[in-house]
């Protein structure tokens, strides 16, 4: 919300600047965003009076005026304003005057222009009248300024506006939080200013009307949705006469960001920006009966509002009516069968206090937030509605000429109850850490508008009505912080910590710190992707046959931003392989990426935090390209499978998990042409695989993208990593090697074969290693030759009859098993 | 007559000397084609001038001797010289150059900045004591809206500002993707009693038009200490620590009063960062506050004998202001010439 600077001091004498005056309210909780100080204006724009005005020969848009400005003679002054006239005080930037001027392509920006004698179109002119846009002082590009009749001339504007509590202006951008509906005005952000710098609040007089007198035989009231309206005030004002607002009225509203319209509205956007209350004028002669019944709307009602759109009116919503029709939707808008016109004569100002919630959710519902809407919705000062009318009557009366009706209707179904809040002293302490005296903190409670009275030690405070967010003492003692200052809070000296604290790391927090040195070691980049992926993208990567987690849906979201985003990944993949192809499109060549976090289904039936949801955390690596570029010491080469096979069972083995099983599965799925099933006992941790051709095609990948998904959840459970490592003893025994080549069917996989050594082997097997594939001349058709080297140790010197021994057995176990042949 | 034996003697020496030769320089084999077969006086060469000493009718075989004594000379000659010449080959291909780049078995990888940011902080609370909590990102209203005080009408509880699985009309008042770290509270509150001293990181997601400034979802981390007399000053203590140990000893910061549904009373904090090049201002990077007696409440825990202060922050701003970095999906694009800007 803006406020004026300058306004601010009708209401508290300010030493400080802008920008100080920003920092204290910034620092006590109404945050300024922003300062927007206007340029000074220069002494040489002086106060003119145009004393004639005659057509420019030789240019039909522009004029010839002659302007005194206390000199000597007149000056001759070239205009091109279409509101020029005779008679006019005007300011006048007189020759050698340097403005910052808006750019006429975009206003935003100003540029240094001095003004010079000159001649325009060949006719002299010595000076600029200027508009208010030129003056910094407002937006307002659409005529010359025109001062009231009596500024003197010759006198410099800047005085003459400072003098009126104008002048160059600063604005300030207050973000108000919701908790303080009272900051939506200028007394309210002066309320917390005075508090501050420890000044008295200026409020204007204004004489409350008593009784109903004769405003009650010209208006009735009748509230048929006391749950929606509170209470509803009524005033009238004869006799207007509807104009242009005067400037200082007008500059206010600009100074806010409002645009002037007319005297009457313009002055109930004054009061409202004065106090806080939203008043309405209505054109008194529409409202047939002289009757204002407030109700909700009937159903398929409808209402024009002043902006000239009909609408269709949601359920709830409450109607200000006459006696015939609705007249205005309350709170939000007016209606335009009876709004202030140039004919409008008498006013009915309208100064209501509205059910907030009521008024949310019609404004929601219409989508038409206002400046009433938005206050009415974060509660007004349900105390502030005959003050507002009868301070807007004032002022009516005072711009717009009239009389004020005497009396007010005054509809008042709903009493406020006084909140009462008691605060002990203790309390202070215990939630600030800090012993605020009783004195004190009466002392800045009562400068923002608290009663306080001392019951004791207790201090018994009654919340002003502008403050509806207070109602416990906690919500008190927030008031007594933010006043004395969060800064002047010391900090304790000690930290205090919880003997109950265990300073031990997490299973999971353990295995990503390793996921993530492991694989950064490796080579891979670590990526981010967003959780959101399109429902196409989520369907085709729902692949149960590769997935870790049980069966379930894509979870789409009711309300994406796009339709690229609206389901949660069942998958890392999609995501990562996003970042391939941006990568690849961009020249790299070696592409090795990996990404933990969450994936999700629905529709599951297992037992989770929120039901029918479930998520797991998933670890993604993929690869793609070279495995090598060339350079002086090698040669590129691309890589394949087990490029990603060996970081992955390097990553298992490093994350301490035992009886990994690793299983092939030969068929494809719709994302894989062949993949493994990693386990450990009935757990499937994930699968490493090769991505189907077509979808890496499809992300303008070259053939061969390869990929693992695996559950860090799962892994995190079943790690040795948070268990104390027991050591074995270091043998101090030589170890013997011995090769062996086998020839088997071309069909049969090595890993079984593996596994048959080791188990022939028994306990004297260190490693085995399969060193040499081979098929071609020596070996037979359909037959390969696979070479191993195994090392036998144990905890004494082995003896070669014994190795002898394990390697015949490993030999016939071979043979028998796989049909293998010993190759010599 | 027979041959004479000093002469025959004088031959085999000479053979075994021509085999026994060392060819492995340059210098040792110039000296034995000279020695040997140097035409002026080389020991074979001079042989070849005693012919006439030899009896005639030895001189055919004497011929033959010296001629095979001869052939093993250059054959020895030419064997070393391409030797030689070989390993003069390797020798310059293999020079050794100590200003080629280095073998590496692979290029090295790197973490995310947002890994490394979120290590960082982790780490400050984590010396100080904290322990880590995380919970799910999928929530159902009461958990992100309700238990922690957000009034019914909550703006952030609209189709506008979160994202639904379910409406919010439903059963259990929606499920949505939570907004905020915070409901972690709640599930960590109902789990354990006081004292509980967590951060809880993770990633939460708004509804908001995708810009340099903001994306749909970022990652936060949490913090919250309820004890008995836990008090706002502990609060900006422990924050201080934090702000120090994350962007330096002499880091200026500030308190200023918010509002949080959440806490009571809620503040925001900022810290004075200068870009170089550009002036210094107050950027904001977290909010906090103590925890709101209604949230105790919700929880069973009694307001009356224990408080607690909360706070939560945004690793991405975090990274950013440390980092210089102004749009905040250069996070998400993972464009390798950015990630590998970090963690080198």
Partial sequence: ?824 | MTTDVSTREVVSDLRRQVEDASLQTADEIERFRVDFLGRKSGRITNLFKTVSTIPPDQRREFGQEVNALKQLAEARLEEAEALLAERTKVDQAQALDLTLPGRLAVEPGRLHPLTSTLDDIRRVFERCGFSVAEGPEIEDDWHNFTALNFPPDHPARDMQDTFFLEPPDSDRGGVVLRTHTSPVQIRVMKQNPPPIRVIVPGRVYRNESISYKSFCLFHQVEGLYVDKHVTFADLKHVLKVFARAIFGDDVRMRFRPSYFPFTEPSAEVDIWWQRPGQDGRWMEILGCGMVDPNVLTAVDVDPSVYSGYAFGMGVERIAMIRHGIDDIRMFYENDVRFLDQFDS
């Fill in chain 1, 1 to 824: 919300m803006k406020i004026s600077y300058n306004w601010l001091r009708e209401y508290v004498s300010l030493a400080q600047s802008p920008a100080e005056v920003a920092d204290m309210l910034t620092m006590s909780g109404l945050e300024v965003d922003d300062v927007v100080e206007a340029t000074p204006i220069p002494a040489s724009v002086v106060i003119g009076e145009v004393e004639s005005v005659s057509r420019h020969p030789n240019a039909d848009r522009l004029t010839v005026c002659k302007v005194d400005v206390g000199g000597d003679t007149p000056l001759q002054i070239v205009c091109g304003a279409p509101n020029v006239a005779g008679g006019q005080r005007v300011p006048v930037a007189m020759v050698g005057t340097t403005l910052e001027l808006p750019d006429r392509e975009d206003p935003s920006r100003r540029q240094p222009v001095t003004i010079r004698r000159s001649k325009i179109r060949g006719e002299e002119s010595e000076g600029m009248i200027c508009a208010e846009d030129e003056l910094g002082l407002s937006d307002d590009h659409s005529g010359i300024m025109v001062l009231e009749a009596d500024a003197p001339i010759g006198q410099p504007l800047a005085d003459y506006l400072e003098a009126r509590g104008g002048g160059s202006d600063a604005t300030l951008d207050v973000a108000v939080t919701p908790n303080r509906p009272d900051a939506f005005s200028h007394i309210g952000v002066a309320r917390d200013l005075a508090a501050l710098i420890q000044q008295p609040l200026r409020i204007p007089g204004v004489d409350l009307p008593g009784g109903s007198g004769e405003a009650a035989n010209q208006v009735r009231v009748e509230i048929d949705a006391p749950d929606g309206c509170h209470r509803y005030v009524a005033m009238v004002v004869r006799g207007v006469r509807i104009a242009e607002s005067p400037a200082w009225l007008q500059r206010r509203l600009t100074a806010v960001g409002l645009r002037p319209r007319n005297n009457v509205v313009d002055v109930t956007n004054y009061v409202m920006y004065e106090c806080g209350q939203p008043l309405h004028a209505f054109d008194y002669d529409e409202i047939a009966g002289s009757t204002i019944r407030v109700r909700f709307a009937e159903p398929g009602e409808e209402v024009t509002t002043l902006d000239s759109k009909k609408r269709a009116l949601p359920d709830r919503t409450l109607l200000i009516c006459d006696a015939n029709r609705p007249v205005a939707i309350a709170g939000v808008m007016g209606g335009e069968n009876s709004e202030v016109t140039e004919s409008t004569t008498s006013v009915l100002i309208e100064s209501a206090y509205f059910d907030p919630t009521t008024i949310r959710r019609t404004a929601k519902k219409l989508g038409l937030q206002t400046d009433a809407s938005y206050r009415f919705e974060r509660g007004v000062d349900s105390a502030g509605q005959l003050w507002a009318a009868a301070r807007a009557a004032a002022l009516i009366a005072e711009v717009a000429g009239g009389e004020i009706v005497e009396g007010a209707v005054d509809a008042h179904p709903v009493q406020p109850e006084p909140t009462i809040v008691s605060v002990r002293p203790d309390s202070i302490e215990r939630i600030l850490g800090v012993a605020i005296p009783g004195d004190d903190a009466v002392r800045l409670l009562e400068a923002i508008g608290f009663q306080v009275k001392r019951d004791g030690e207790v201090l018994r405070c009654e919340v002003p009505t502008f403050r509806p967010d207070v109602e416990r003492e906690v919500d008190v003692i927030e008031e007594i912080a933010r006043l004395h200052g969060y800064d002047s809070i010391p900090e304790p000296a000690v930290m205090r910590l919880p003997s109950t604290h265990i300073p031990r790391g997490r299973a999971i927090d353990l295995v990503r710190d390793r996921i993530r040195n492991v694989l950064r070691g490796a080579g891979y980049r670590e990526v981010f992707t967003n959780s959101l992926v399109s429902r196409d993208t989520a369907d085709r990567f729902l692949e149960p046959e590769l997935s870790f987690m049980e069966s379930g849906s894509v979870v789409p979201t009711l309300n994406p931003i796009s339709q690229e985003m609206a389901a949660l990944r069942p998958s890392l993949l999609p995501g990562i392989l996003e970042v391939l192809e941006h990568n690849g499109n961009r020249g790299a060549r070696q592409l090795r990426m990996f990404e933990t976090g969450r994936v999700f289904r629905g529709g599951v039936s297992r037992e989770t935090l929120v039901e029918g949801y479930h998520e797991e955390e998933a670890l993604l690596l993929v690869c793609s390209g070279l495995r090598k570029e060339s350079t002086w010491y090698q040669s590129e080469e691309e890589l394949d499978f087990f490029d990603l096979k060996g970081v992955v069972e390097v990553l298992l083995s490093r994350l301490q998990l035992s009886d990994v099983r690793i299983e092939p599965v030969y068929e494809s799925t719709s994302l894989t042409d062949y993949h493994v099933r990693i386990s450990v006992g009935e757990t499937l941790l994930g699968i490493a695989g090769r991505l189907q051709g077509e979808i890496a095609e499809a992300h303008d990948l070259d053939e061969g993208v390869y990929f693992a998904e695996l559950s860090v959840d799962r892994i995190a459970d079943r790690t040795a990593l948070v268990d104390l490592h027991q050591y074995s003893a270091v043998s101090r025994h030589p170890s013997v090697e011995r090769d062996l080549a086998f020839v088997l069917d071309a069909r049969q996989e090595v890993g079984p074969v593996i596994d048959a050594v080791k188990e022939a082997s028994k306990d004297l097997l260190r490693r085995v290693r399969p060193f040499d594939l081979y098929t071609g001349p020596g070996v037979p058709e359909g037959r390969k030759s696979v070479a191993f080297a195994l090392v036998f140790g144990a905890d004494r010197t082995l003896t070669d009859e014994e190795v002898d021994q394990r390697v015949r057995d490993v030999v016939a176990t071979v043979r028998e098993r796989f049909k293998a042949d010993l190759r010599a």
